[in-house]
């Protein structure tokens, strides 16, 4: 009997094992996949068919293979055919289940199943790869064809009817009546006067503004094709950086009159400004095969209203190379922002050498197939199943000193964010490499030095981006060694490019529930009668530690809005409160968080009545990487509603209450936000400016950043630079609304005439979003409009895609059928098409 057995064994091992070896061969490109989604939003719920086809002229097999995706909340709705489970974070696998059964050439097979709605293509899976289960950390990518077959046009017919109406608003202004700098200028007057600019110009600057002149002598260079001469003092016509007393920081003046143009400023920080008020000066159009260029006659007085203008980019959830980060730097010096937030870690990637860790990229800057995270992350985002994607990459000690002195001269603050606790499965991951590199060679204690999870801790949580691994234990004392090293690190970093560094971003948010609770170290500190009662106490014991550490490098804390509350019960309830306790200490935090309906509406105003400096980074209003409209085809996520060029522009930063939309952009119920606190007088010298972020979750390439980025960063750019608008401080409804509609169609003009046609070359040009036409049926014909003046619309009727070569829209369209319309910019840019059935 025993022999009997034992040569079974032996066959059924053998047949494995030449199972394992012919599906390790098999043809994974023979196996065509098509996901069909058939209903996209039914109670909240979308219904998908995938269907397998074998094309190869061998069987597919039944089992051995899984299918790796990412996506959100999907099931399959029969799993004796197929299982499909939740990896981690956005990572689903899908395997054959029991009666899924082996495909036949030629044969196919569908599987039903059900996920969270999908409103646009964002929502749709991707990242395809497929591994065959003996081999888990080799991934074939999967070509799958994903197909929303659901009826897209009506939905997109009513987005087009509301673009119409609003862009109906938008008056037509000729250019010569614009004003020629923006941002808008505190006090700006064009005189007579014209200045020629040409080769014979030369400069003359202050000693201190060496930079600046650099900057301007560079500038003028391209632009005239000679390099201007320098004087000491100018003789004749000439551009002067002069120095004076008096002026605040960022404060400038320029004067242009017929032979001279001078810019004043008493710190070369206004002088740069002062430059960028010239740039924006001179047309868009002047090029250097010009032999000469008027820059207009004026004369300017300007300084911001808010000391902080920043703009964040998430560069973990993608990698955005360094040029294009330098690109964007160019960007927002042209506009006056002054602040880069650089958000290089997460969950899904680390970004940045910290030398003192190598394994920090190592590890944490590479995504792939893998069945542990050992050496490399998860693929998340649709990186897919190798390291070639924008999934995977990192800035050297170099590239970050590069980008920092880059920065300086343009006198931009970089500010890094060390995300913690929450959003750090990369670093997690990193530092568990570590320990069980230096545990084989015999280091324990060094093993553990910077180990950030409790190894006997048996909580249990999720997170809001799906992750049961991403949260820092913050009862470790390893945790703190790392904070140190790698702040340290960093502030080596910027000594060497001799830049700035102020103080460092913490993160602190969105730390799930469940996490810490069955923690040995965690429990080691918690006392009934210390301070330390539960883990929710532990939340300002993290950031006390933070900041101490921090301050003894004299730097200070930032973070975003969790780190500057407290929770707190009341009548059982938790609640979260400002930490008043943090606030004595100069915390610095990001508010996101102003959704209608959540609560928290006012909460920006809570905290910085409480003395908490607060950065306005309206989630309604500035982040940007939402989609820009309800239409099928725009990119981003929709959680925080849309986001346009108009929610930055229309912000009210000292009253944001006063216009708070809902997530289609309509006025909200005023009874939603009855009682919430305004901003006191105390308050408003706490809100210390305004910040537009860009989260790369749907950001792949450098084209998507600049399509989600532009042109919904001008709204920002005017807001945190410029006055406070009339229309703003008006009471009177009709008369706001008469002030704004006015402002607006000011601003859309300067953006359509003057600052996207300078953006289609500055900086090796911009690829801007070029807005979707308008679009409404009105007695049988078909009406038009563009929400930018000077671009064109051009249509078709026979079904084609509309090109620069269409008739071009100049009045209602009377052919019945299928009418697409697409607008283009100066450069014969396209936008998305719309389509329109005049029956």
């Known amino acids: 009997m025993k022999k009997i057995v034992s040569g079974f064994l032996f066959l059924l091992q053998f047949h494995l094992a030449s199972y394992a070896q012919q599906l390790q061969s098999a043809d994974f490109k023979s196996l065509q996949v098509t996901w069909e989604v058939s209903d996209n939003n039914t109670q909240g719920k979308s219904q998908s068919t995938i269907v397998f086809s074998n094309t190869g002229n061998t069987p597919f097999p039944a089992t051995g293979w899984t299918i790796f995706f990412n996506a959100s909340g999907f099931k399959a709705l029969d799993t004796t055919q197929a299982i499909i489970k939740l990896v981690n974070g956005d990572l689903f696998a899908l395997t054959p289940g029991p009666k899924f059964g082996a495909l036949p050439a030629g044969g196919s097979k569908k599987v039903e199943v059900t996920g969270g709605a999908i409103r646009n293509v964002s929502g749709l899976p991707i990242g395809f790869y497929i591994s065959a289960d003996h081999t888990p950390t080799k991934g074939y990518p999967l070509n799958v064809v994903v197909k929303p077959l659901f009826n897209t046009e009506k939905n997109d017919f009513l987005v087009a009817n509301r673009i119409y109406k609003q862009n109906q608003q938008i008056a037509n202004i000729p250019a010569e009546k614009l004003v020629k700098i923006f941002p808008t200028p505190v006090k700006y007057t064009e005189t007579a006067d014209k200045f020629i600019l040409d080769p014979t110009v030369v400069i003359s600057a202050d000693a201190s503004f060496k930079n600046e002149t650099q900057t301007l002598t560079k500038y003028i260079t391209q632009l005239t094709g000679k390099k201007s001469a320098s004087q000491a003092k100018a003789k004749g016509k000439a551009i002067v950086l002069s120095k004076i007393a008096g002026l605040a920081p960022e404060e400038y003046k320029l004067a242009v009159t017929k032979n001279r143009i001078t810019i004043s400023a008493s710190t070369p920080t206004g002088a740069f400004y002062g430059i960028q008020s010239l740039i924006s000066l001179i047309p868009s159009s002047a090029k250097n095969t010009d032999k000469t260029i008027t820059v207009p006659g004026v004369e300017v007085s300007d300084s911001p209203r808010f000391g902080y203008r920043a703009l964040q980019i998430d560069v973990a959830r993608n990698f955005h190379s360094k040029a294009e980060l330098l690109k964007i730097l160019d960007l927002m010096a042209l506009y006056k922002l002054n602040v880069f937030h650089f958000h290089f870690s997460e969950d899904e990637a680390w970004r940045l050498e910290i030398p003192s860790l190598p394994e920090l990229t190592k590890v944490g800057s590479k995504r792939a197939a893998t069945p542990d995270s050992k050496d490399h992350l998860y693929p998340s985002f649709g990186s897919g199943a190798d390291t070639t994607s924008s999934g995977s990459g990192y800035y050297t000690k170099a590239d970050f000193i590069e980008i920092l002195k880059y920065a300086d001269q343009r006198h931009i603050r970089v500010i890094p964010e060390i995300e913690s606790p929450g959003h750090a499965r990369a670093a997690i991951k990193a530092m568990d490499a570590r320990y069980e590199r230096l545990m084989k060679l015999g280091q324990p204690e060094d093993a553990q030095k910077y180990l950030l999870r409790d190894p006997n801790d048996k909580s249990q949580y999720r997170s809001v981006q799906g992750w049961d691994d991403n949260v820092i234990n913050i009862a470790l004392p ?318 078709t009727t026979d079904g084609s895609e509309p090109t620069l070569n269409s008739p071009v829209y100049s009045g209602p369209i009377k052919e019945k059928g299928t009418i697409k319309l697409k607008s283009f910019n100066l450069t014969g840019r396209g936008s998305h098409t719309v389509l329109v059935t005049n029956q």
């Open 478 to 795: 390893s945790t703190y060694n790392f904070m140190e090293t790698v702040v340290d690190d960093i502030r080596k970093m910027y000594q060497e490019a001799n830049a700035p560094l102020e103080m460092i971003h913490f993160g602190g948010d969105e730390v799930p529930a469940g996490v810490w609770e069955k923690s040995p170290a965690v429990n080691a500190l918690l006392r009934p009668e210390g301070e330390l009662k539960t883990p929710n106490d532990l939340w300002n014991y993290y950031f006390t530690k933070v900041n101490t550490m921090l301050n003894k490098r004299n730097l200070s804390m930032y973070g975003w809005e969790e780190s500057g509350l407290v929770k707190t019960f009341v009548n059982g309830k938790a609640v979260w409160e400002p930490n008043t306790e943090l606030a004595k200490k100069k915390i610095q935090v990001d508010v996101w968080n102003n959704l209608p309906g959540s609560g928290a509406e006012d909460l920006a105003y809570r905290m910085a009545n409480k003395g908490i400096k607060v950065v306005l980074t309206a989630v309604t209003n500035f982040y940007f990487d939402l989609a820009y409209n309800q239409s099928f085809d725009e990119p981003g996520y929709f959680w925080g509603g849309y986001v346009d060029i108009d929610k930055p522009f229309y912000f009210i930063p000292f009253d944001y209450l006063k216009n708070l939309k809902d997530n289609d952009g309509n006025p909200i119920n005023p009874a939603i936000i009855k009682g919430r606190e305004q901003l006191t007088e105390f308050g408003k010298s706490n809100i210390v400016g305004l910040q537009g972020a860009i989260w790369s979750e749907n950001i792949r390439t450098p084209e998507r950043l600049e399509y989600m980025l532009l042109p919904k960063m001008f709204g920002l750019a005017e807001r945190a630079w410029s006055k406070e608008p009339e229309w703003a401080k008006e009471n009177d409804a009709a008369k706001s609304e008469t002030l704004y509609q006015t402002a607006w169609s000011e601003f859309i003009n300067v953006v359509a005439k003057r600052e996207l046609p300078r953006l289609d070359q500055y900086a090796g040009g911009f690829q801007y979003r070029v807005p979707t036409p308008g679009a409404v049926i009105n007695q049988g014909q078909v009406e038009a409009n563009v929400q930018f003046p000077g671009f064109s619309i051009h249509y």
